[in-house]
Nanobody, 123 residues
Framework: QVQLVESGGGLVQAGGSLRLSCTAS????????MGWFRQPPGKEREFVAG????????DYADSVKGRFTISTDNAKITVYLQMNSLAPEDTALYYC????????????????WGQGTQVTVSS
């Protein structure tokens, strides 16, 4: 059984920063990769960032490159999303995701999801 719990969302002004956190509880094995997705109001869920545990490889959506950074703690049980230079277009419900099987594509194949944390950026 896997449970993902996100935190760190809130209301900020454009240009501000937030750091999201996600902790994964595993029965035996750690996740092979974790990622962040977001769903703006009235739109479909989209990939934001992902990280692979084995070598630390990361991937980012073009819309957040240079502004967002994904990272993990030393125990590799928590994943973070540092969000800088936030804009109103970043307003969305942000989800943490995890997987165990190998995949070279960090943008897909995440069977486990958190409940989401709301990020709202005002003009």
């Amino acid at each position: 059984q896997v449970q993902l719990v996100e935190s760190g969302g809130g209301l900020v002004q454009a240009g501000g920063s937030l750091r999201l956190s996600c902790t994964a509880s595993l029965r035996t094995f750690r996740a092979s990769a974790m990622g962040w997705f977001r769903q703006p109001p009235g739109k479909e869920r989209e990939f934001v960032a992902g990280i692979r545990w084995s070598d630390g490889r990361t991937d980012y959506a073009d819309s957040v490159k240079g502004r967002f950074t994904i990272s993990t703690d030393n125990a590799k049980i928590t994943v973070y999303l540092q969000m800088n230079s936030l804009a109103p277009e970043d307003t969305a419900l942000y989800y943490c995701a995890a997987r165990f099987g190998f995949s070279s594509d960090l943008r897909k194949n995440y069977p486990y999801w958190g409940q989401g944390t709301q990020v709202t950026v005002s003009s």
